[in-house]
């Protein structure tokens, strides 16, 4: 579907609406709902700043290894968006992540993943989760959960912004940020589905101190013989 449309405003809608799931991506027309969820927190006490250093509270750092061969640190925030985030670990608990891959990737927008399926349209058979909106701006890193025009529909699918969507605040619940590894996020293939989609080998929490995941290495060639070399139709 293209977006026609012109004022930061209208451009902060229609960016809105890409990320959100297949059912409002299919609409002609999407229609812009007023959203009535109470915020985590106010502005005046909100935490915005996320501590880099991966060596404190380990328990809420998500490590994601990807098929490029990189590892991402993403904060995660319970301070803004304590469901979600306790979402987010029972899965990775599970082991659901590991394998799927990003399956919509929008260069200069986002980057996004958490679909079993592959397809946009899949989940966790957990029930949705209930909105955390909350004043985490969307800027370059910031992770985020995908929904559909439902504010009460994310339920496994996530996003990672690459550069700052303001017009997504307030809109969707962000509940991380990358504190290592952006340029690996940078890497993952564009396309919606990619035709050589990055996939997450392995996703797990810096306090299970498993080792980094690394794709397969390409088959070796077949080495060369005395007998290949006799037998060779070459001239």
């Known amino acids: 579907m293209k977006f026609r449309v012109s004022g930061s405003f209208a451009l902060a809608a229609a960016l809105s609406a890409m990320i959100a799931g297949p059912a409002l991506a299919q609409k002609e027309k999407a ?9 985590v927190e106010s502005s005046k006490s909100f935490p915005y700043a996320v501590d880099v250093d991966q060596s404190h509270d380990r328990e809420n750092i998500l490590l994601l290894d990807l098929s490029n061969g990189g590892r991402v640190a993403i904060r995660l925030m319970p301070q803004w968006a304590p469901h979600h985030v306790e979402r987010i670990k029972e899965l990775v608990g599970q082991g659901f992540y590991n394998g799927i891959i ?3 990737v929008i260069d200069g927008f986002m980057a996004q993943t958490g679909d079993p399926t592959g397809t946009g349209q899949g989940g966790s058979k957990l029930p949705d989760l209930t909105a955390e909106f909350n004043d985490a701006p969307h800027v370059r890193g910031t992770v985020s959960m995908a929904r ?12 990672i912004v690459f550069y700052p969507r303001m017009g997504l605040d307030h809109k969707y619940t962000a509940f991380g940020r990358v504190i290592a590894g952006m340029d690996v ?13 990055t996939r997450i080998l392995q996703a797990s929490l810096a306090s299970d101190n498993k080792p980094q995941a690394m794709p397969a290495a390409p088959a070796a060639a077949p080495a060369i013989t005395a007998d290949m070399l006799r037998n060779s139709k070459s001239n």
Do not use: C, K, L
């Open 31 to 39: 229609e812009v709902r007023p959203f009535d969820v109470q915020r």
């Open 102 to 104: 990003f399956h919509r």
């Open 148 to 159: 559909t025009d439902d504010p009460n529909s994310a339920n496994s699918q996530f996003f």
């Open 185 to 197: 996020v940078d890497a993952i293939q564009r396309g919606e589905p990619p035709a050589n989609p």
